[in-house]
Each structure stands twice: as structure tokens, then as C-alpha cells.
């Protein structure tokens, strides 16, 4: 089956159970062709199934709870392109059809087109796990007074949220302020030590540690990464 699709996109199986949490370097968007799953990733937590399409920023993280076998296929996606995290497109058939074109013909800016949101989901606010995710996402949060105000000891927060997302909420938390500066430093031209002020670092400096241990990469480098990304969306 892998056969009918070309190899600029990945198509996947995903068996029943559970996987760990994971990272991916480049951005992509998740069309799945059949199955359910339950995603606990760094846009919150997420209810999956045909029909939807799972798109995961430059090096955001997860883990899935497969339900049942999921066939999915994997569609790079440019850096500059801003997707809702879930989303169905309008003629589903249509971007099938587009993915599989895209094997005989460049067919980037119709599948890009076909990948507009026709229906945005909302992710899955069960337990309080999950509303410490939005709240960590949302705003700076501090862990103690979040615990306290919730009535939960600061210690099983940290157990519960490890179980639930396979992370930290001190980890979670973090990265998220790291991503957001992130998208500052690669879409706007604003000063390192302006963004990192708006994004609540230290300074300057304290935002480039963190971008590097993220990343692997500088602030500054991730600057060119941003030329590269817009000339190739001008062309």
C-alpha cells in the first residue's frame, strides 16, 4: 500500500496502544485515513479520527493513545504555512486525490490550497491535567499557586501531569514559552532582547539557552532559517 504514495510524504500505520512521547524536527500535517487516537502533545489533548487532520509545528512534541489502527499519511508542511492544531478540510477527497497527483505532477500549491480549514476542532478539556495544559499554553503559570489554588498537592501535579503527557508541567511550560519565542525570532524582525523580554525570558541571554536547548540552534541561525523559508514561499 506504502507503493501508491510518493516519498516526499510518509504513510503510516499506527497499531493499538500506546506511544511514547516524541518529537518531530520538521513540521507536517497528519491526514487520517481511518482509525481513532487520543494525541497529548504541546497544543493540549486531542480526540483523532478520520476525516481529521493533525498538524504539529516545528518541533512540537507528543504522545498517542491509538484506540484502533489508524492508517495515516504524513504531508511535509512549510514552516511560514499557520494551521489550527486539528482541523478538517472541506473535500477530503480532493486532497487524496492532490497527494497522490503529486507523484506525477508539482502539485504544491493545490494540496497547500486543498489544506485550508473548512471545520477547526477544539481540544479535549476532560481532567485537570488538561486544564493545566491550556493554562501553561495560555500564560506564564506558576506550578505552587496553580496546585494550590486547584487543591492539589504541587507534588502529584507534577506526577499526574507526568503520567497524562509524558512530560513535566515545568518542562511543558517552558518549552511553550520557547516555542512562542521561537516564532517571533523566524516571523517578525524584532530585536533578540525585545522578544525576549515579551516572552517572559530573564534576557537575552537566558532566551538563547533555551532556544539552543530546544533547537540545537541559535537564535541568530534560526534568522537565516526564516530567509530561506520566505523566499521559498515567495517562489
Not at 204 to 217: C, I, K
Request: aromatic fraction near 8%.
Amino acid at each position: 500500500m506504502a507503493s501508491r504514495y510518493a516519498p516526499w510524504m510518509h504513510y503510516q500505520l499506527l497499531e493499538k496502544g500506546p506511544q511514547p512521547r516524541h518529537r518531530h524536527s520538521t513540521g507536517y500535517a497528519a491526514f487520517i485515513l481511518s482509525g481513532t487516537y487520543e494525541e497529548l502533545g504541546d497544543t493540549g489533548r486531542w480526540q483523532a479520527e478520520a476525516g481529521d487532520i493533525v498538524y504539529h509545528h516545528q518541533l512540537e512534541a507528543h504522545a498517542n493513545r491509538v484506540s484502533s489502527s489508524c492508517s495515516i499519511i504524513n504531508i511535509p508542511v512549510p514552516g511560514y504555512l499557520a494551521l489550527p492544531p486539528m482541523f478538517q478540510v472541506e473535500h477530503p477527497d480532493d486532497l487524496l486525490k492532490a497527494l497522490l497527483l503529486k507523484s506525477l505532477v508539482n502539485c504544491d500549491e493545490d494540496i497547500m490550497a486543498i489544506l485550508a480549514p473548512h471545520q477547526v476542532k477544539q481540544p479535549v478539556i476532560g481532567d485537570w491535567p488538561d486544564m493545566l495544559a491550556r493554562d501553561l499554553l495560555e500564560a506564564p503559570t506558576h506550578l505552587t499557586r496553580w496546585a494550590n489554588q486547584a487543591g492539589i498537592r504541587p507534588e502529584t501535579v507534577t506526577r499526574g501531569f507526568f503520567k497524562a503527557y509524558g512530560t513535566t508541567p515545568a518542562r511543558y511550560r517552558r518549552e511553550a514559552q520557547t516555542r512562542r519565542a521561537l516564532r517571533e525570532i523566524i516571523c517578525s524582525d524584532c530585536a533578540l532582547a525585545d522578544i525576549a523580554y515579551r516572552t517572559g525570558f530573564a534576557d537575552q541571554a537566558h532566551l538563547t539557552r533555551s532556544v539552543v536547548g530546544l533547537t540545537g540552534t541559535t537564535p541568530r541561525a534560526w534568522r537565516k532559517v526564516k530567509t530561506v523559508q520566505y523566499g521559498y514561499a515567495a517562489g
